[in-house]
């Protein structure tokens, strides 16, 4: 092949990207020059794409505003942000730059005008091979088995831990990205989809799902390591997989069976006397119960036995200052009824210092919403019966239950501590949070 042929090859080539993508391309390339033996390659895909090109290689097609554009592309760059809902944090992000994906540019011929547009293929590609990061992916899982220990409490085998997650159509945010570039805009805010985790229990015989009623959440973050080793000993060992026959009372301690070194427990500082600290086995342990009862809480189950601790700890403050569960086995419990008419499987793991207890069940309809928290110096006069006031050692939250066809409950859960920093008043806000159900209250903000 003489240098004459090679030139018109190349500038036949060149002409061709302007309407094909680069695989119709290459096939072409493939196709002109088989059988020749060339020492050089006419053209790379990369050399098409970035290679200038002038309108005056396509005297019957006005290539000068597509070129004009396809040159401003390259200078493009959008952020693209995962959401929960519109104007919320990010869950994960991820930035793209034309730059560094020229082969997405590609020329559309309508009639005699040449367009820059992007090519949706490569873009869906792209997304599919490096995918965002850090947005969870719903898992659901099957209960396999169940049995009663030597404790008396109902135990459960699952194949996993059901975990909510999000979900996002790859065909839409491709056309989001696709939609950007091409109008310049900078940002795409992408909305997930959230779905909520089942547990399955074929072992009933029954083919409805196990819904996720409540959550309770806590953190332990700055613990010292055998408080950590308890807390995760107690959520992972003994509190994960119970399940709650209906109408019976779910005892924590019943759960803990015997704490002591010899069973696993390490020393940590525990609570004596209302005002004392002493190392004692399985220190921390309140932190777990603490979540189970955010969770009861939330789901709207009555709440049987329950106290706060006499003392203030801030481990406790984080995702529900004013919700902690103090125990003692022997002699203090956290108890609610399943008062569901079916059983509860109750899931409780850490993800690093912070500590989840989930609730899954048959949704009976109930709407539940939580309150608070309120202050002494915050509280409506008349949020306690008769004629009683919040304390300033006090914190109260009230919880509404409103069941399918039946009358609405208000019940106020005060917490009672020999003292609180004076700062909780202007630290937490008020609000309502609509913890189960679809319950149509308004969302009460800040009032202070």
């Given at each position: 092949?003489n ?32 059988g020749?033996?060339l ?46 809902e ?58 396999l ?13 699952t ?38 985790a ?31 080793s ?34 696993g427990?390490?020393?940590?500082l ?120 919040l ?34 008043s ?23």
């Amino acid at each position: 092949m003489n240098v004459n042929t090679h030139m018109t090859l190349r500038r036949s080539l060149l002409a061709t990207f302007l309407t094909l993508n680069v695989v119709a391309l290459v096939a072409l390339v493939q196709t002109q020059v088989q059988g020749a033996a060339l020492t050089q390659p006419i053209v790379t895909k990369q050399e098409v794409a970035l290679m200038p090109i002038t309108s005056s290689s396509f005297p019957s097609v006005n290539m000068g505003a597509a070129i004009d554009s396809r040159k401003e592309m390259l200078e493009r760059a959008i952020h693209v942000t995962f959401v929960k809902e519109a104007g919320s944090e990010p869950i994960s992000t991820f930035d793209l730059a034309l730059k560094d994906h020229p082969l997405w540019i590609m020329f559309d011929v309508r009639g005699d005008q040449g367009e820059a547009v992007i090519d949706l293929e490569r873009v869906k590609q792209h997304l599919i091979s490096y995918p965002p990061q850090n947005i969870p992916e719903p898992q659901s899982c099957v209960l396999l088995s169940s049995w009663v220990d030597d404790d008396g409490v109902t135990r459960a085998q699952t194949d996993c831990i059901a975990k909510s997650g999000f979900v996002y159509d790859q065909n839409i945010l491709a056309n989001m990205v696709k939609d950007a570039f091409e109008k310049g805009e900078d940002t795409v805010e992408y909305v997930l989809t959230s779905v909520a985790a089942v547990v399955t229990d074929p072992t009933n015989g029954s083919e409805m799902p196990m819904k996720l009623l409540a959550t309770g959440h806590s953190s332990f973050e700055g613990s010292g390591a055998a408080r950590k080793s308890n807390v995760r000993k107690g959520l992972n060992e003994r509190v994960h997989n119970v399940l709650v026959p209906a109408d019976t009372v779910f005892s924590f301690n019943d759960t803990l069976g015997i704490v002591s070194v010899n069973r696993g427990w390490q020393m940590a500082l525990t609570i004596f006397e209302g005002v004392n600290l002493r190392p004692a086995p399985g220190g921390g342990i309140c932190q777990v119960s603490t979540t189970t009862y955010r969770a009861a809480l939330a789901a709207g189950l009555p709440i049987v036995e329950q106290k706060s601790h006499s003392l203030y700890v801030t481990y406790y403050e984080k995702f529900g200052v004013g919700q902690d569960a103090t125990i003692f086995p022997g002699k203090q419990d956290f108890k609610f009824l399943n008062d569901t008419g079916a059983p509860l499987l109750i899931q409780a793991y850490n993800q690093g210092d912070e500590a989840f207890v989930r609730i899954y069940g048959a949704d009976d309809g109930r709407n539940v919403s939580v309150t608070g928290p309120y202050f002494g110096k915050t509280a409506p006069k008349d949020l306690l019966d008769n004629g009683k006031i919040l304390k300033n050692n006090e914190i109260g939250w009230v919880r509404t239950v409103r069941p399918v066809g039946g009358e609405e409950k208000r019940e106020v859960f005060v917490a009672r501590y020999n003292a609180i920093p004076k700062s909780l008043s202007t630290k937490w806000e008020l609000k309502t949070e609509i913890t189960r159900g679809d319950m149509t209250k308004n969302i009460v903000a800040s009032e202070h």
